[in-house]
């Protein structure tokens, strides 16, 4: 990949949510994504607990003919799981913190 094909993306976890009682849900963030220095503020990512992991999902919409939820933003693997970890870290640190 040339360099003209490629864009620095960084990201700062603004916000997150504990939520409890909502089965694998644990947290709700707001994360700002800085495409080449564009800033674009993403709210409502799902922190989702699978298997003593944390994952993240996209917000969803539903789509108006067929009623199916759908990701209103697709990142890429490697961006959700960086985003994963730093939201992990600080779900432990709360956690020690609380």
């Known amino acids: 990949m040339d360099a003209a094909?490629?864009?620095?993306?960084?990201f700062t976890v603004t916000d997150?949510?504990?939520?409890?009682?909502?089965g694998r849900l644990t947290a709700l963030a707001a994360i700002e994504l800085e495409l080449d220095?564009?800033?674009l503020t993403v709210q409502?990512?799902?922190?989702?607990?699978?298997?003593?992991r944390v994952t993240i999902e996209?917000?969803?919409y539903r789509n108006p003919k067929?009623?199916?939820w759908l990701p209103a933003l697709i990142l890429p693997d490697e961006l959700g799981a960086a985003i994963a970890r730093e939201l992990q870290r600080m779900l432990?640190?709360?956690?020690?913190a609380g």
Do not use: D
């Open 37 to 39: 220095g564009i800033g």
């Open 5 to 10: 094909a490629t864009t620095t993306v960084t």
């Open 66 to 68: 067929t009623g199916q």
């Open 44 to 52: 409502g990512v799902r922190v989702i607990r699978r298997n003593g």
């Open 92 to 96: 432990t640190t709360q956690h020690r």
């Open 16 to 22: 997150m949510e504990r939520v409890h009682g909502a």
């Open 58 to 60: 996209a917000p969803h």
